[in-house]
């Protein structure tokens, strides 16, 4: 299944089951996604986290029932996978302004979330003249010793910064460093995590473990697609990151000849704190996607 055909089976499927339970974590194993980059790539084709985009459209599509049936709200609400009519209301009001039952005794134009039309998004896409400039590159097997820390969101990126300002206490004492400058960060998901795993390190000749508050996490040989941002920093932040991964996932993927491969790490990004320039805070990261 291509990256296009991954997408309309989501949409699709979504069509689909907007009366039922959505298995978000099942669908992505199904289209051969990890969770990570799975939610990734949705938000960045269609602007919106998975979960909105299935809220809107099954409060866009409830408009019609509460216009031409008779059936009570919270029948409804209930039709649409809202556990009551307060969770039902409070949705409908926040998107739409007005309450169900003022629509039903006023059923004026809405403006409502229709479903994603892949078709269009192709054609932009195809039309787009986009480049971004990468290279595919074949990594070694790396071992790189950290620490990790765990979340709910595939984009809180702040961890990283959190694990750095710990784990660099220690850092200068840990034996067979390849390098202190160049600093690792891992982010990996899997399937059916119910968290995403943010990883911080650098890189060792040796597997043995220091102490018990460091891991060791393994970055398998393959072939990556490499992609430089520089740009500037911002309380010790790079700026433009987010939008970068968007033009990757969004654009880049869906062009390029290469999927996505699993391997158990869904990104990483490297930096060279050699390469800050201090005076203008300026910095240059390597992105790395596992790519088959």
Request: proline fraction near 3%; include cysteine.
């Amino acid at each position: 299944m291509d990256y296009f055909d991954s997408l309309n089976y989501l949409f699709d499927y979504i069509e689909d089951n907007l009366h039922s339970k959505i298995n978000i974590d099942l669908l992505s194993s199904e289209i051969f996604f990890s969770k990570f980059h799975f939610q990734r790539i949705f938000k960045a084709v269609t602007g919106d986290s998975v979960i909105n985009y299935v809220r809107k459209r099954r409060l866009s599509d409830s408009l019609f029932l509460i216009k031409n049936t008779s059936k009570n709200l919270l029948e409804i609400g209930i039709e649409y996978d809202f556990g009551s009519q307060e969770s039902f209301s409070r949705a409908f009001k926040s998107y739409f302004g007005i309450t169900p039952g003022q629509y039903r005794k006023n059923p004026i134009d809405l403006y409502t979330c229709k479903k994603f039309d892949i078709l269009k998004h192709k054609m932009k896409i195809l039309n787009s003249g986009f480049l971004l400039d990468y290279n595919t590159i074949s990594l070694p097997e790396k071992f790189i010793i950290g620490t990790n820390a765990k979340s709910c969101s595939y984009s809180d990126f702040d961890i990283f910064t959190n694990l750095w300002q710990s784990f660099l206490l220690s850092s200068n004492s840990i034996p067979n460093i390849v390098s202190h400058n160049v600093h690792y960060n891992i982010l990996s998901s899997g399937f059916f995590n119910n968290s995403f795993t943010f990883f911080a390190g650098i890189e060792t000749n040796s597997t043995a473990i220091p102490n018990n508050n460091l891991e060791i996490t393994k970055i398998p040989a393959g072939l990556y697609a490499k992609f430089t941002h520089s740009a500037l920093t911002n309380n010790g932040k790079t700026t433009g990151l987010d939008s970068t991964l968007d033009s990757i996932y969004s654009t880049w993927l869906p062009l390029s000849k290469y999927s996505l491969n699993n391997i158990g790490i869904d990104l990483i990004v490297v930096t060279n704190e050699s390469n800050l320039l201090n005076a203008e805070q300026k910095t240059i990261v390597d992105i790395y996607l596992p790519i088959k």
